[in-house]
Structures are given as structure tokens and as C-alpha cells.
């Protein structure tokens, strides 16, 4: 046990036939998530009481997940401790958890959350790219603005997309293109 780290971690998470990406917070050992109630993965933490934290370094699966809902194909199914999870064929390691809601408040809940199963697949070494770092940063932008439409948030965003365009490779820049026409077309996103 012990791939995650002491803070928040960045993950996608996966939930039965849903997937996006949420923080993991580790504190003084206890693993916590704090969820905006109405998305789907809250949802489902609460209906099935499990979350897979997938370790994944793609830029365009941060994008897609974040925004859009992936087809049942994207979801590798694995057995952990006799019932059945769903985690996304890209990662590079992946941790089960069971999940206890600790805490509902009107428009957010936290989890509790037990390690039970970590699995390291195909680790890879990743040069750091501030364009990627740019990319989470202005997806988590992007979600929020869905939300609040802050005018803020959009300054945000137009500050990583300088920082992607620098010093992106191609993967980042299609996370970007594919970042724009999911806040250009505002609306018909998913909720959560
Ligand atoms: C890097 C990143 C981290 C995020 N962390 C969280 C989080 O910790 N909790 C949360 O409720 N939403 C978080 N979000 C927003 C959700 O991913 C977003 O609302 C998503 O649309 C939820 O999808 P779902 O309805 O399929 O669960 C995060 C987004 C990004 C890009």
C-alpha cells in the first residue's frame, strides 16, 4: 500500500461506468474526497459505497473525463475483494477503495476512503511539461466556470492557455482544442 501521497492527488476516478477526474486527499494517513453532490461520481459513491483512483498522465483523457461521459467500452472490469470495479485502460497504476460518506453538507459531501487493492501497471517516466500541469490546472478551471460562470475562471483559463501553447507537445494542444469547444458550446455538458 502507498502509491498515493501525503496531500492531493490528482486522479481520474472511477466509478461503475463513469469516470472524472477528483482530487484524493491524504492527510495523517486517512484518504478523504471531497464531492460536489450532483455529479455522477458522487453519486455512485454513494449508491455503491467503492472509487478507483486512476494514476493516468494523458491530457486529453483529463479533458474528456472532466466533461463528457466515456462509452461502457473505456472500462476495464476488475475484481477486488469478490465484487467487481471498473477502472480505464490507460493506467499506469490504480488503487480500489471502499467509500463511506463521513459528511453531507447541502451542496457537497465528503468520503472516507479504505485502500483495498493497488495495482501498478505500466509505469512511465514523465518529464515535467508545464504545459500538461497547465492543462489540469485549466480543466479545473473549466468545470468550476460551468458552475459559476465566474469571469475570473476565464482570465484563469487564458493564462494556462498560454502557458499550454509554449510548452505543450501535440497531446496537449488537442487537450486544449478539445478544452475550448467544450466551454465554447457551455450548456449541453454533462452536470457534475
Ligand atoms: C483536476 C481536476 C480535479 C477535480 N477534483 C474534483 C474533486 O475533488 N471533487 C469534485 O466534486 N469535482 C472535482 N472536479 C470536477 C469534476 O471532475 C467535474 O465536475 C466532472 O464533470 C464530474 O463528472 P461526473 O459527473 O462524471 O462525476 C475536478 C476536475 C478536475 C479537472
Redesign the pocket.
Known amino acids: 500500500m502507498g502509491l498515493l501521497r501525503e496531500g ?1 492527488n ?1 486522479v481520474i ?1 472511477t ?1 461503475w461506468n ?8 491524504l492527510r495523517g494517513g486517512e484518504y478523504r ?12 459513491i454513494e449508491r455503491w459505497g467503492w472509487v478507483v483512483a486512476n494514476i493516468v498522465h494523458d491530457p486529453v483523457l ?2 474528456r ?5 466515456l462509452p461502457l467500452a473505456a472500462f476495464i472490469e476488475e475484481e477486488v475483494e469478490g465484487f467487481l470495479v471498473h477502472r480505464l485502460p490507460e493506467a499506469e497504476a490504480w488503487v480500489a477503495f471502499d467509500a463511506d460518506i463521513e459528511h453531507r453538507a447541502r451542496e ?1 459531501m465528503t468520503a472516507i476512503l479504505n485502500p483495498v487493492k493497488e495495482v501498478v501497471v505500466s509505469p512511465a517516466v514523465h518529464p515535467v511539461n508545464r504545459g500538461y500541469n497547465s492543462v ?2 485549466a ?2 478551471h ?3 466556470w ?2 459559476n460562470k465566474d469571469p475570473i475562471l476565464r482570465e484563469l483559463i487564458d493564462h494556462h492557455r498560454a502557458i499550454i501553447r509554449r510548452c505543450g507537445g501535440p497531446r496537449e494542444l488537442e487537450a486544449l482544442e478539445m478544452l475550448e469547444g467544450y466551454l465554447g458550446k457551455a450548456g449541453d ?4
Open positions: 492531493i490528482e476516478a466509478t463513469n469516470a472524472a477526474p477528483m482530487g484524493i486527499i474526497m471531497a464531492l460536489f453532490r450532483g455529479s455522477h461520481t458522487a453519486m455512485n483529463w479533458v473525463t472532466a466533461f463528457e461521459d457537497s489540469i490546472e480543466s479545473v473549466g468545470t468550476r460551468l458552475w455538458q454533462k452536470s457534475g
